[in-house]
């Protein structure tokens, strides 16, 4: 096993429902940033705001004619990166978080992550 190290240019396929979401691993420090930007003169958080501005870093793209608007394939726009369900954020969210032990179940780079199982390592 080894650990990989968190980097720009990941590509890590989330399936759900035949569609297929792509998305990189979020770095601490990025993280870190995101967090202090949304964090008022008090130290209140507004996590709402952090979720979705690291689900927007996170998501990379989609594969055409997989995530739908209205009956016809949506562009991946940061508006629609928004409007995906909850359920399907909150997960990808979860995932892209740099998360040691998922790695070491995947190799980066040519892998997905199916939400009715494990991570798993596609050829």
Known sequence: MAIHLVQNNEHITYR????EIYYRRIPSHVRTSITKKHTDRRGQINWSAVGDEL????ITGWKP???????EAAPCT????????????GEIIEDASDNVEQD????????ETTHDSKPTTTA
């Open 104 to 111: 070491q179940e995947r190799d980066l780079g040519n892998s």
């Open 65 to 71: 004619g997989t995530v739908l608007m209205g009956g």
């Open 55 to 58: 689900l927007v870093y996170a």
């Open 16 to 19: 759900r429902h035949g569609a």
């Open 78 to 89: 940061d508006e629609n990166k928004l409007a995906l369900p909850e359920i399907i954020k």
